[in-house]
C-alpha cells in the first residue's frame, strides 16, 4: 500500500505564492506517477498537474504557467509550486499517487491513493 500527506497550504493574499507538498511512504517504489488535483467549495475535484516517473507532466489550462510540479524521489515528494496566486484558487488541494509499475512485486499495489487535502485561501 502507498499512503500520501499533503501540506503546505495556508491562507495567503492575492499575488502571493505556496509550495505544496506531497509525501508518500510504504511502496512508494511502486508509485509510477502523481498528480495534483484541487476541489473547490460546491465544485468538482478537478485536475491542476501531474507527473510521471519518466517526467511527463500535464497542466491544467487554469495554471496559466503559474504552477510548476516537479519531484525529488530521494525524498519521495512531490511539489507544487504556485505562483501569482488569485481568489479563483482557493480550493483544497489533494495529491494523488498512481501505483502502476510494471514490476511482479508491485501487483498487489496497484491502484490509486488520495491524500486528505490541505487547505488553499487566497483573499482578495
Known amino acids: 500500500q502507498v499512503r500520501v500527506v499533503e501540506s503546505g497550504g495556508g491562507l495567503v493574499q492575492n499575488g502571493d505564492s505556496l509550495r505544496l507538498s506531497c509525501t508518500a511512504s510504504?511502496?512508494?517504489?511502486?508509485?509510477?506517477?502523481m498528480d495534483w488535483y484541487r476541489q473547490a467549495p460546491g465544485k468538482e475535484r478537478v485536475l491542476v498537474a501531474g507527473?510521471?516517473?519518466?517526467?511527463?507532466?500535464v497542466y491544467a489550462d487554469f495554471t496559466k504557467g503559474r504552477f510548476t510540479i516537479s519531484r525529488d524521489d530521494r525524498k519521495s515528494t512531490w511539489y507544487l509550486q504556485m505562483n501569482s496566486l488569485n481568489p479563483e484558487d482557493t480550493a483544497v488541494y489533494f495529491c494523488r499517487a498512481r501505483a502502476s509499475v510494471p514490476q511482479n512485486f508491485c501487483i498487489a499495489t496497484y491502484g490509486d491513493y488520495w491524500g486528505q487535502g490541505t487547505q488553499v485561501t487566497v483573499s482578495s
Open positions: 510504504g511502496e512508494t517504489r511502486c508509485v509510477s506517477a
Open positions: 507527473i510521471t516517473n519518466e517526467d511527463t507532466i
